[in-house]
């Protein structure tokens, strides 16, 4: 189960780094390059690695605000600003300060310390590809943007159908009967509708879809 990190860091190389490396260690990453929608972010996240220099809001009002929002959320302050007043002025809010140089292993420990003392357990959640599913809530978060997506009682009751039955191939006839309670009349377009519609809330692309797959002439399923 993986751990949701929300990542502020504007500077492209050292996010795209840091971003790489966090995922390769079975993370799950929001990068931002500002702070704008940060909080929104960090609804979803357990953890939050707060660069200082950024622009527009600076790294200290952002950090204030999100642990005004949410005072159990860890923030990790990591800065080239070095000297002894930025440090007190981070940790003012903040449960960490690293400077920059460091080591992503340094990091690391860091960030998993924070992340026992705070207590912070993921939820059961699944992660499909750019998605987040938490089964038990009946949430769907979208890690690219940090934004919740709502979908109508329909729309959950089929992709729900496809979460219970992971990796299978599940045809018309099954989703349909266990979506409405009615046997499926061939050439009933109903289930097709819905699925376009699904798609355009959960795909990156609903012309190309790799969460939902149509399995020609049988039915879809959602692969593991």
Known sequence: ?????????????????????????NYAVVWLRSGDGAVEASHTCQLVILDVMLPGLDGFTIGKRLKKERPELPILMLSARASIDDKLQGLDFADDYVTKPFHPDELIARMEVLLRRSGTVPEESLQLGHLT????????????????????????????????????????????EAVWGDPYI???????????????KLEADPATPHIIETIRGVGYRVKA
């Not at 502020?8 to 790489?20: N, R, S, T, V």
């Not at 039955?165 to 018309?172: E, P, R, S, V």
């Open 133 to 176: 599913v938490y089964p038990p809530d009946n949430r769907i978060v979208n890690r690219d943007t940090g934004e919740e997506i709502t979908l109508t009682g329909k729309q959950y009751h089929i992709f729900a159908y496809l979460l219970r039955h992971l990796g299978q191939i599940m045809t018309k006839e099954q989703m349909y």
């Open 1 to 25: 189960m993986k751990t949701n990190v929300l990542y502020i860091e504007d500077d492209l190389d050292i996010g795209a780094w840091m971003h790489q490396y966090l995922e390769e260690r």
């Open 186 to 200: 061939d050439g009933d377009k109903t289930l097709m509708v819905h699925i376009r519609h699904l798609r355009e």
